[in-house]
């Protein structure tokens, strides 16, 4: 029961995980917590379903079509809440509350053209399930695994390996440096909403598989669980967003374990106070000099 539950653990806290490097990558650049990256995702989940129902139920139809949408509905949300504040030079706090305003306008948006009802999303494939050691563990399960690894090393890479990566670093180290040595920040920030988008996009069509279901609210409490998992790791840190995941996941599913399925979201929002009480940089993260 104990390696099953940690078994699970792991699976949600992949999703999570992925939904903390979006908002690890944004406030690395711009010290900024998107609240409209749930809603994103939630977005996201949804083209996914219309994309398998619409166009072809093929696994990379449905995350091509989410992810294309999705970065485009980022860079929208970047140009329309952030950029117009960020060249105004306007107190953070405003761009932390047209975020939010934007989060609540997609989710609108999708209960006015989708409905306000629960849709069933099934994956294009018979979803097998395998007993090792007794753990049960279902294909679907294995590939949610799999892909967030792959999806974390590549992000890792792309960061530190290529040009690109590297100008999103020094933007965050020295945005005004970055913006003499010839650089164009505004679109370096919105490659970075967008890159954070797509996968927030690909956890939502995950999330969808694995509950085999989208509703608009679902948003509003997977950001929020990414939001912890980003903290829980270290904010703005990559590294930190992964292990925050992971570690939300596991004590999520162990808590549920102990006390009950009903204090899930509970078990995760009291993580939340607590990291922010007692070790507000996170695990991974240096406690700054006043």
Known sequence: MF???????????????????GYAMVFSLLELINFSHGQVFMFGAY?????SKLIADNILVVFGVAMLIASILGIGVQQIAVGPLRKKAAPKVSSLITTLAMGIIIENAVLIIFGSKFQGFKPPFTVHYLDIAGIRISSLEIIIIALSIFLMIAISLFMY?????????ACSQ?????????????????ATFAVGSLLA???????????NF???????????KGFTASVLGGRGMISGGVVGGLV???????????????YRDSISFTILIL??????????????AK
């Open 214 to 224: 989208v509703e608009p609210s679902m948003g509003a409490i997977v950001g929020l």
């Open 248 to 262: 939300l996941g596991i004590v999520e599913s162990l808590g549920t374990m102990i006390f009950s399925a009903q």
């Open 275 to 288: 990291i922010l009480l007692f070790k507000p940089e996170g695990l991974l993260g240096k406690r700054r």
């Open 47 to 51: 083209i996914g379903l219309y994309a």
């Open 201 to 211: 996009a690909i956890a939502g069509v995950l999330i969808g598989y694995y509950y």
């Open 161 to 169: 390996k290529t040009k690109y990566g590297m100008t999103i670093r």
């Open 174 to 190: 020295d945005s005004e440096i970055t913006s003499l040595m010839g650089v164009n920040v505004g679109s370096v920030i919105s």
């Open 3 to 21: 390696l099953q539950q940690i078994t699970n653990g792991v699976v949600l806290g992949s999703i999570y995980a992925l939904m903390a490097i």
